[in-house]
């Protein structure tokens, strides 16, 4: 069975950091895009940030530019997301969401992590 | 940026009907158009992509329909286990954008 899980949120002082994990099984996960996902409390889905299967091409949303670095460690099955300087408004649930192939909708979807900034 | 908007926010309706629920690009997305289902608690779940193709295990009285910049999710008689929020999300163009959200209510 596929599957993703999420791990490593919490609460976070603003302007600390925390760095999410996400691991993968039941498919082959150095072929597939790799993607997060976030949703703040009663609100939508927000796209935060993409990584190609080769590690070639990485994608930020302008929210998180430059404070947000997404990685992968294909040998690990292992997705990233390494948040610096948080701010109240990155308060959310992050998913982590697998690609479909050759594309970049999501076909697969962990229960999400809470990251709650405050002080 | 692409923007998406998703009419109504709220849907009413009783099961057995049909609902229909619909979505907007500021900018043609080809048929790049992806529909997602959220149940309260749950993470979302792959309904449509590709505009109107049915991901795998998806019941035919999902539909999707659409190009461009108009496109369309049917439920053709809504089930008790259909109530929940419906998003859409372009995958045409980057960054990646999701509509505001449907709820599906009864």
């Known amino acids: 069975e596929m599957q993703l899980a999420e791990s490593g949120g919490g609460l976070v002082n603003p302007g600390g950091s925390l760095r999410l994990s996400c691991a993968a099984s039941?498919?082959?996960?150095?072929?597939?895009?790799m993607n997060w996902v976030r949703q703040a409390p009663g609100k939508g889905l927000e796209w935060v940030s993409s990584?190609?299967?080769?590690?070639?091409?990485?994608l930020y949303a302008d929210s998180v530019k430059g404070r947000f670095t997404i990685s992968r460690d294909n040998t690990k099955n292992s997705l990233f997301l390494q948040m610096n300087n948080l701010r109240a408004g990155d308060t959310a649930v992050y998913f982590c969401?697998?690609?479909?192939?050759?594309?970049?909708?999501?076909?697969?979807w962990g229960r999400g992590t809470l990251v709650t900034v405050s002080s | 940026e692409i923007v998406m908007t998703q009419s109504p926010a709220t849907l009413s309706v009783s099961p057995g009907e049909r609902a229909t629920l619909s979505c907007r690009a500021s900018?043609?997305?080809?048929?790049?158009l992806a529909w997602y289902q959220q149940k309260p608690g749950q993470s979302p779940s792959l309904l449509i992509y590709r505009a109107s193709t049915r991901a795998t295990g998806i019941p035919a009285r999902f539909s999707g329909s659409g190009s461009g910049t108009e496109f369309t999710l049917t439920i053709s008689s809504l089930q008790s286990e259909d109530f929940a929020v419906y998003y859409c999300?372009?995958?045409?163009?980057?960054?990646?954008?999701f509509g505001q959200g449907t709820n599906v209510e009864i």
């Open positions: 969401a697998k690609a479909a192939a050759d594309s970049w909708f999501f076909d697969l």
């Open positions: 990584i190609r299967a080769g590690n070639n091409y990485i």
């Open positions: 900018q043609s997305v080809t048929s790049d």
């Open positions: 999300q372009q995958h045409n163009n980057w960054p990646l954008t």
């Open positions: 039941g498919f082959p996960f150095s072929s597939y895009n």
